[in-house]
């Protein structure tokens, strides 16, 4: 924890903050964070009011004891904008939550459970497509482009 947050110091000791040189660049393909040391009694809920001051999350994943259900103190979770990531590993890594310092780091590559048995349609979507959100431009026909230039000038 200690180490991450030197060289998020340093980054912006150097002005490297945001820019491609941060060591945050090596993760610009993962929308996912992992998040270690959280209180055992959190639930997913509890982790989503937690981490949704950066960003919208779209999947939580707290890992638990197969016997028991109990929280094993750890959660994987996707965030709709990777920056998202960023903003949470900078701001929560070494953060305390119920006495507790958490800690709060990238995940390269996130690998799903194998279980799919019980999983809803938006986790058998994300687990198909991935999490981060891929951008899709709309190409106007020029037929449309006019429609809509004409609809303005009436508007006016």
Do not use: M
């Not at 998020?8 to 002005?15: A, S, V, Y």
């Not at 996130?110 to 431009?137: M, Q, S």
Request: proline share 2%; hydrophobic share 30%; net charge negative.
């Amino acid at each position: 924890i200690r180490n991450l947050n030197k060289i998020n110091e340093r980054e912006l000791e150097l002005g490297l903050a945001g820019s491609g040189a941060s060591w945050h660049k090596e993760f610009k393909e993962s929308a996912w964070v992992y998040c270690g040391g959280l209180p055992y009694d959190l639930t997913e809920g509890d982790v989503v009011c937690v981490f949704s001051q950066y960003g919208e999350i779209v999947n939580v994943n707290l890992i638990r004891d197969k016997g028991t259900g109990k929280s094993k103190g750890f959660c994987f979770l996707c965030y709709e904008d990777q920056r998202s990531t960023i903003l949470a590993v900078d701001n929560l890594n070494g953060f305390k939550i119920l006495g507790r310092t958490i800690r709060v780091d990238h995940v390269k590559d996130y690998k799903a459970p194998k279980e799919h048995g019980d999983e809803d349609e938006v986790t058998r979507k994300i687990r198909a497509e991935g999490c981060a959100p891929t951008l899709v431009l709309e190409i106007e026909s020029d037929e449309e482009e006019e429609e809509a230039e004409e609809a303005k000038k009436k508007s006016k």
